[in-house]
């Protein structure tokens, strides 16, 4: 089978190892991807297959946007929770 010139490879992922390489639980992994997620990971969808295209733009992209606190969106944190240093401040 031929493939298009421009189309770029990526290696492939699944749950586990992407969790692996982003040291969080897999479980976390699996719940980002779902449709109820706020943003959802980038991922590919093979039946009850979920893989992930390591280092591809739209990964890269969602993981940055994570990195930035200047870009924190509505998924840092749930409206109306504290933040750690204010629930650890003493009365």
Do not use: H
Request: glycine share 4%; with cysteine; charged share 25%.
């Amino acid at each position: 089978m031929a493939g298009n010139a421009d189309s770029e490879f990526y290696e492939i992922l699944n749950c586990a190892q992407l969790a692996k390489r982003w040291n969080v639980p897999a479980t976390w992994i699996q719940e980002q991807t779902r449709s109820r997620a706020i943003d959802p990971i980038p991922c590919v969808r093979l039946g009850r297959y979920v893989r992930f295209e390591w280092l591809s733009p739209a990964l890269m992209n969602w993981w940055a946007a994570r990195r930035s606190p200047e870009s924190r969106g509505p998924w840092a944190r749930r409206p109306g929770a504290k933040a750690r240093n204010e629930v650890l401040r003493a009365p």
